[in-house]
């Protein structure tokens, strides 16, 4: 081997190795320790506080009670089909009816979340593009998107509830806004970055107008929004979590809301444990997708 080609094996090995230090998505094993690192802390803080009598025990209940009591009460928040009664009917509490209560309510917000931040991104690069290419547009709009990106987004999810009513309606519309911004301001930066020769070149070649931007500035953009498209997905999670506290009568977040009134802890873990798990699943998804899509660049 040169020198020469000895010295690039060298750089190829100080870049991987500074590129696994820069790696933000932890491995399965890590995620697997964190987890029992989390449980096995709950259980011992629960021994502790439990001693301290019946009512701290469930304020900190145990990792049992959790898994029995927890579990099983979840199955009040069904209401009812596939067979299975639902217990404002009568019916008693059950494992299966937890399963059910969970696996519904979680398909309608994952729903909720997946329309709201599709929607919300495609309308961000769209007002992201117009505004990076129409210089009208763009003085008229930077502004009122830079003020509207520092907002408290989540405490103005019972105004949206307000206008849009209870409905799922409001909570997509919700979702969109937190996410539309976020997308918008990296996309608007991103296309302000793209080294002139990416654009003079192709242009040379006869490339104008739409292609230019499907063929040349689009391609070019996605590395640099790569992270702030994994930014819209948590928030499109929490202002979910936040549209549905407020009067939605489905979702994990109305669950976790009826939990909060009555304290019980054991099931708001529980929950908790789902929403935690639901997310991570669509965020690797999501991250695997603009992986795949931004794969040329690596």
Known sequence: MTAQASSRASGRRRRSSF???????????????????????????????GRNGPQAAQVMPSLLTVATDGFVGLSNFFK??????????????????????????????????VVGLVAGSALGALLGFLVAGLRPLRYGVTGVAELMRMLPTLAMAPLFTLWFGATTAASIVFIIFGVMFIVFVAVTNAVRNIPPETIEYPRTLGVRGVRMYTRVIFPAVLPEVRGPLMFAGLVAWTSALASELYGIQSGLGWMLGETLKFSLVGQM??????????????????????????????
């Open 19 to 49: 590129d696994d230090r820069l790696r933000t998505t932890p491995k399965g094993w890590a995620l697997l320790a964190g987890a029992l690192v989390g449980l096995a802390a709950w259980e011992t803080a629960a021994q502790v506080i």
């Open 269 to 298: 873990v529980v929950i908790a444990i789902v929403y935690s798990a639901l997310a991570l699943g669509t965020m690797r998804a999501m991250s695997w997708g603009v992986g795949r899509a931004t794969a040329w660049n690596d």
């Open 80 to 113: 009812g089909g596939f067979g299975i009664e639902a217990t404002a009917n009568g019916a008693e509490t059950s494992a299966l009816g937890a399963v059910l209560s969970l696996v519904t309510n979680g398909a309608i917000t994952v729903l909720r979340v």
